[in-house]
């Protein structure tokens, strides 16, 4: 069993940074691959970027390359998801996940284990 806590969301203003941290408990973090997903109100949740097992290589949706970078420590079995030049778009409750798959699992299905959310808020 995993249990995974998010902190770091807010209000920030258009442009602004903000670091997402998600700190799980449990055994053999390093044994999975972690991930980031959002949701927006009305909206279904989305994939963000997600970090491989163990060294892991990184994958990122899209519309946040270049401005999101997600990186773990192993050893303080933590996911970070650094957010710059934030949109309002960006706006949403900002998930971790765990997932026991190997390369860079993508969809909601193969994740394991949620966290409980942070809300993030970019406003214009």
């Known amino acids: 069993q995993v249990q995974l806590v998010e902190s770091g969301g807010g209000l920030v203003q258009a442009g602004d940074s903000l670091r997402l941290s998600c700190t799980a408990s449990?055994?053999?973090?390093?044994?999975?691959?972690m991930g980031w997903f959002r949701q927006a109100p009305g909206k279904e949740r989305e994939f963000v970027a997600v970090?491989?097992?163990?060294?892991?290589?990184?994958h990122y949706t899209d519309s946040v390359k270049g401005r999101f970078t997600i990186s773990r420590d192993d050893v303080k079995n933590t996911v970070y998801l650094q957010m710059n030049s934030l949109k309002p778009e960006d706006t949403a409750v900002y998930y971790c996940?765990?997932?026991?798959?190997?390369?860079?699992?993508?969809?909601?299905?193969?994740?394991?284990?949620w966290g409980q959310g942070t809300q993030v808020t970019v406003s214009s």
């Open positions: 996940a765990a997932s026991s798959s190997y390369g860079h699992p993508l969809g909601t299905g193969e994740y394991d284990y």
């Open positions: 449990g055994r053999a973090f390093s044994r999975y691959a």
């Open positions: 970090v491989a097992r163990s060294i892991g290589g990184t």
